[in-house]
């Protein structure tokens, strides 16, 4: 099992930055990659973004594409999602996930999940 923590969640205007982080722990040396998925209010979850845990290669959904980025540091067992010039549609509750290996249904669907971290963009 892989249990996992995010923080960083919050309040903000629109076009701010805000840095959501996320801790895995348990059996980390298992897993294939990591990412954050974010479900808005009355809409199915998203995938936002992922990272392959050894070789650190990102993918994004088109929507965010230039505005968040994904890293990771193994020694920490943490992954970040950096976002910038957020928008009144990035208002979400955004779920860390760790995969436990590669599929063809990867990155959209996940095996482990946060608790997820409320981050709200106002006007």
């Known amino acids: 099992q892989v249990q996992l923590v995010e923080s960083g969640g919050g309040l903000v205007q629109a076009g701010d930055s805000l840095r959501l982080s996320c801790a895995a722990s348990?059996?980390?040396?298992?897993?294939?990659?990591m990412g954050w998925f974010r479900q808005a209010p009355g809409k199915e979850r998203q995938f936002v973004a992922s990272i392959s845990w050894n070789n650190g290669v990102p993918r994004y959904v088109d929507s965010v594409k230039g505005r968040f980025t994904i890293s990771r540091d193994k020694a920490k067992n943490t992954v970040s999602l950096q976002m910038t010039s957020l928008k009144l549609e990035d208002t979400a509750v955004y779920s860390c996930?760790?995969?436990?290996?590669?599929?063809?249904?990867?990155?959209?669907?996940?095996?482990?999940w946060g608790q997820g971290t409320q981050v709200i963009v106002s006007p």
């Open positions: 996930a760790a995969y436990r290996y590669y599929s063809n249904t990867y990155p959209f669907r996940a095996d482990y």
């Open positions: 348990g059996r980390t040396f298992s897993i294939y990659g």
